[in-house]
């Protein structure tokens, strides 16, 4: 979506940011778009993976794509710069109570983030327990730190609740996730 | 694809990385793979961006998307992180002999670029002259800095042979486009 410059934008801000996120992921959405019209840091979802079979010409502008499938990821959803650091993160919603299941998350997905942090890279999880409208940042190290110790197929909420940082829902942006890196993590400019 | 680890994998290193790849596209497909099976670098293409409105299920654990388009992207393809700094850039080819038309990048993508250099990324752009089979590096900065003080709609081929720097075919990695970004950036580890 464009909008044009000046009052609509404006009024798109003070509507759309508060009003618009209900899912975890339009949640973010909202608030990169946030952080990108305020030029504070540039991070986007990237497009789910497909394979493209067939793709029809209906006319000599248009392409439309008639059979694909989708693919299993190779590395997480998110990714961009925040303050000269390369920022990487994956964003799961849970209906469960007690725990999240790490089937959630493909091995691929865990390997990737592993790497990035590797690399000097900020990686971590946001996880949403949507009974309880909870929203977690892990840090990659609190994240490691439970699976490289556990062999547990989840992650118990409790754990969430004693080392993971809730990200609080405010109006604009939406979820403030990267107030939380600053916090965590040594960022100098 | 996926190899099994051993043998299997040496065996792809040697014959794929030297033979498979053909398109600009391919070749970087093939080093970044390198780069990644080295721990050198994470490096990947982004999925083409696409709008879904049909999916099919032909059976419980299948979804074929039916009818989907191609959207403009606002990013550029190609972005990760190489010895902790965030690299973003775009690569492209053109049949053209005496300049690169702009019009080959979409203006979000160039706006996109400037804004990872303010933000202390590594912005750049690729550029594959087929007729010469030439590949170029061109920093953000020489890329801004004739875009910004011309009102040209391409780039001359002369200025990619002056102001670029020309990235050698190789056998492995194929197009070894990070040695020419540690000895054009200042890459402190």
Redesign the interface.
């Known amino acids: 979506m464009r909008y044009p410059n000046g009052i609509q934008k404006e009024y798109r801000s003070i509507t759309n940011y508060a009003n618009r996120g209900m899912t975890l992921e339009e949640d973010l959405n909202v608030t990169n778009e946030y952080y990108?019209d305020r030029?504070i840091?540039?991070i986007?979802k990237?497009?789910?993976?497909?394979t493209?079979y067939k793709v029809d010409y209906p006319s000599r502008k248009e392409?439309?794509?008639?059979?694909?499938?989708?693919?299993i990821p190779?590395?997480t959803d998110y990714?961009?710069?925040?303050?000269?650091?390369?920022i990487?993160f994956e964003a799961k919603e849970t209906a469960h109570k007690t725990s999240f299941p790490l089937s959630n998350i493909h091995a691929h997905q865990i390997e990737?983030l592993r790497?990035?942090i590797?690399?000097?890279?900020i990686g971590f999880l946001i996880v949403r327990f949507t009974s309880f409208q909870e929203t977690y940042l892990l840090t990659g190290k609190d994240f490691f730190n439970f699976i490289d110790q556990q062999t547990r197929k989840s992650i118990p909420y409790s754990y969430f609740k004693e080392v993971g940082k809730k990200i609080p829902i405010g109006l604009s942006p939406r979820l403030d996730y990267l107030k939380l890196i600053e916090v965590n993590y040594e960022i100098k400019e």
């Not at 392409?63 to 693919?71: D, G």
């Not at 590797?118 to 890279?121: I, T």
């Open positions: 990108r030029n840091a540039i986007y990237k497009p789910t993976p497909i493209i392409a439309v794509i008639r059979e694909a499938r989708f693919k190779s590395t990714n961009g710069i925040f303050k000269g650091k390369y990487d990737h790497k990035i590797q690399h000097g890279g």
